[in-house]
Antibody
Framework: QVQLQQWGAGLLKPSETLSLTCAVY????????WTWIRQPPGRGLEWIGQ???????TYKPSLKSRVTISAAPSKKQFSLKMTSVTAADTAVYFC???????????????WGQGHLVTVSS | SYEVTQPLSVSVALGQTARISCGGY??????VHWYQHKPGQAPVLVMF???NRPSGIPERFSGSNSGNTATLTISRVQAGDEADYYC????????FGGGTKLTVL
């Protein structure tokens, strides 16, 4: 059974850099895409971006200029960095695994527990 | 960019059938996935590729997708089904619907 465990700072000031890491336990790291998704308070799920074991990344266009997702396959970890955060970046951040079920078929089949990041001065 | 639309809320009586829609242009040509999300928990995949149930998801959950609408159907609704439900597709990037709050009366 795959488990994702995530950690990082929970309270940031505006303009600081958000940094989160997710470790994968009990499953393979290669062969999958790994993703970050967030949920602002009272709002819906928002995809941030993803990476595969080879380091190929895709980002949400509106966040691309501030976001970097990286991976350390030997540690079975991947990370999210988001620069110049504002209050609008306050959210629960989830790391997750994408399964593959065919062309353009990528459901999220495993999720981390979620991590609340609050941006406040 | 591609957009998908869900109703904000759906209410259903205990034991009845709930239907949650996910609308998008020609969404029938895409693979739609559905997640159940309860407060304070991680979302759970309840349907993938339109009508496939992951292991452990009850047969009460079913899905369909045609034309401009995908639908998640929950039969014999239980109190424990009360949650937010999100549809998701892939269109160059990952796209989520805005979510539907299912209330069990």
């Amino acid at each position: 059974q795959v488990q994702l465990q995530q950690w990082g700072a929970g309270l940031l000031k505006p303009s600081e850099t958000l940094s989160l890491t997710c470790a994968v336990y009990g499953g393979s790291f290669s062969g999958y895409y790994w993703t970050w998704i967030r949920q602002p308070p009272g709002r819906g799920l928002e995809w941030i971006g993803q990476i595969n074991h080879s380091g190929t990344t895709t980002y949400k266009p509106s966040l691309k200029s501030r976001v970097t997702i990286s991976a350390a396959p030997s540690k079975k970890q991947f990370s999210l960095k988001m620069t110049s955060v504002t209050a609008a970046d306050t959210a629960v951040y989830f790391c997750a695994r994408l399964a593959y079920c065919g062309a353009d078929c990528y459901p999220v089949d495993n999720w981390g527990q979620g991590h609340l990041v609050t941006v406040s001065s | 960019s591609y957009e998908v639309t869900q109703p904000l809320s759906v209410s259903v009586a205990l034991g009845q059938t709930a239907r949650i829609s996910c609308g998008g242009y020609n969404i029938g040509s895409k693979s739609v996935h559905w997640y159940q999300h309860k407060p304070g928990q991680a979302p759970v995949l309840v349907m993938f590729s339109n009508h496939n149930r992951p292991s452990g998801i009850p047969e009460r959950f079913s899905g369909s997708n045609s034309g401009n609408t995908a639908t998640l159907t929950i039969s014999r609704v239980q109190a424990g089904d009360e949650a937010d439900y999100y549809c998701q597709v892939w269109d160059i990037t990952m796209v989520f619907g805005g979510g539907t709050k299912l209330t069990v009366l």
